[in-house]
């Protein structure tokens, strides 16, 4: 019988809490359902907020890796020849306003750039962010970075803090930031052209693929647009409840590591 998975040629998943379980690695069982992907014919992209090289690390996890789709959607590059679909970055004017006012309070902060991730301060968040992706936070004032592409600024404080500037600084830069409070205590501001669902359209048109032969699986705020747009999209059960209302699916509940491969059982058990 036809596997359901035949009916898709395209899965973009999330990383950290989807694909990646809390100790940041790719569970056995997740390993085995992104061996069922490939063996049903679909390409596996990760969409992530993280830099793109914090991403391919993981090439050996999802091989053979391809497109990437790192900081939010900010950027779409292929991971061996360095293709770059595009790479949209932050105003000067903006990327300088957005530092300013986060020292003026007081905030942690880091910024991403195409060549790194660097923090202007070695604050306990920055710290911690680092430990989490698996890299270097390099220390740099953020006023050099800003003349040539600034891709994305995390500010980082007390959760009730975050959801506070969060509410107030969406109406105050409408449409001239995408700004996304990706973890309870961290803040983040992009272009507003960024999102994983611009970057998911840019590697479905390279590839001729149109969006009810995508599949996306994700658990936060950030893959809201994403697994809206897919023609099939699973929001993991220990996910945000906005997400959950968004997908077409949600997954069978059990331990976060195994999250993804049951999302892919679901999928495959689904004859309708």
Do not use: C
Request: net charge negative; aromatic share 6%.
């Amino acid at each position: 019988m036809t596997s359901p998975l035949s009916a898709y040629r395209l899965a973009i998943t999330d990383l950290d809490e989807t694909l990646l379980g809390p100790d940041k690695q790719v569970s056995p069982e997740n390993r085995r359902a992104l061996e069922s992907l490939r063996a049903a014919g679909l390409t596996v992209v990760p969409a992530s907020g993280r830099h793109h090289d914090n991403i391919i690390i993981y090439a050996k996890d999802i091989h053979p890796l391809e497109w990437v789709i790192s900081s939010q959607g900010a950027v779409v590059r292929h991971a061996q020849t360095n293709e770059t679909l595009y790479a949209l970055t932050m105003t000067t004017e903006l990327a300088n306003e957005i530092q300013r006012r986060g020292i003026e309070l007081g905030l942690d902060m880091i910024a991403y750039h195409a060549s790194g991730v660097y923090k202007e301060l070695d604050g306990e968040w920055s710290k911690l962010s680092g430990v989490h992706a698996g890299t270097t936070n390099h220390l740099v004032p953020f006023e050099t970075l800003s003349s040539t592409g600034v891709i994305k600024l995390i500010w980082y404080s007390k959760p009730d803090h975050i959801e506070a500037l969060r509410a107030q600084l969406h109406e105050e830069y409408r449409g001239r930031l995408y700004i996304v409070k990706t973890e309870d205590d961290a803040l983040e501001f992009l272009s507003p052209e960024a999102n994983k669902v611009h970057g998911a359209q840019a590697v479905a048109a390279k590839l001729g693929i149109p969006p009810n032969q995508v599949m996306a699986f994700g658990d936060s705020n950030n893959d809201m647009e994403l697994l809206a747009w897919a023609g099939m999209s699973v929001a993991m059960h220990h996910g945000r409840d906005a997400l959950k209302k968004v997908a077409r699916q949600v997954s069978p509940p059990g331990p976060r590591e195994s999250a993804f491969a049951r999302a892919v059982e679901l999928l495959i058990a689904d004859r309708t």
